[in-house]
């Protein structure tokens, strides 16, 4: 059980475009899914918090319009990222907490992101 | 603020030597305690947790890990490693409403 997907694992586009990474949670309702990004060799950075049904709390330094979260069920948060740049390539990962024990979360296998 | 901090960022280590990752974090409230693993190319995987009860916790694949209050600590174990357990480890704090990753340990095990 607590599965969480994510699609698409791997995106590759060209700059000034927007790309959209969908996060789900495939058998438990997410009450709350987090964003996260992934440098090289780096760790976990949170990029923002998102509670269904309401506006996602970003984290200092994260652009809000330029990642844009949208949580509209309890399965599915989206991430866009708007007018990408290549700096903006990177592993996005979500996590979803809401499964059968509250406090864990659990990760979804990542998406990587080229901006050529 | 709170930090998680691991001293080792990278560890190579022979099939069989036992293992010890450091981990101190800085949160004044009640905490949670993770151990990930990234296995190369993988997503994150739970290692371990720690809630509440024996601070002494046993995870998956023969880790270990126990929490010490009064050091902040979190420790990762493991008294014989394999070629397999090559990857990265994070420890992680459960803060309030979020968590917090250390920075990592790329882990190396010689065949």
């Known amino acids: 059980g607590a599965v969480v997907s994510q699609h698409p694992s791997w995106v590759i586009c060209k700059s000034g475009t927007s790309v959209k990474i969908e996060c789900r949670s495939l058998?438990?309702?997410?009450?709350?899914m987090f964003w996260y990004r992934q440098f090289p060799k780096q760790s976990l950075m949170l990029m923002a918090t998102s509670n269904e049904g309401s506006k996602a709390t970003y984290e200092q330094g994260v652009e809000k319009d330029k990642f844009l979260i949208n949580h509209a069920s309890l399965t599915l948060s989206t991430l866009t990222v708007t007018s990408a740049h290549p700096e903006d390539s990177s592993f996005y990962i979500c996590s979803a907490r809401g499964g059968p024990i509250y406090n864990e979360q659990f990760f979804g296998p990542g998406t990587r992101l080229t901006v050529l | 603020a709170q930090s998680v901090s691991q001293h080792n960022h990278h560890v190579i280590l022979s099939e069989a030597a036992s293992l010890e990752l450091g981990c101190n974090y800085s949160y004044g409230g009640t905490v949670n305690l993770f151990w990930y693993v990234q296995y190369p190319g993988q997503h994150l995987q739970l290692l371990l947790k720690y809630f509440s009860g024996d601070p002494l916790v046993k995870g998956i694949k023969g880790f270990e890990a126990e929490f010490i209050k009064s050091k902040f600590s979190f420790n990762l174990r493991k008294p014989s490693v394999q070629w397999s357990d090559t990857a990265e480890y994070f420890c992680a704090v459960n803060a309030g409403d979020k968590i917090i990753f250390g920075k990592g340990t790329r882990l190396h095990i010689l065949p």
């Open positions: 058998d438990f309702q997410a009450t709350t």
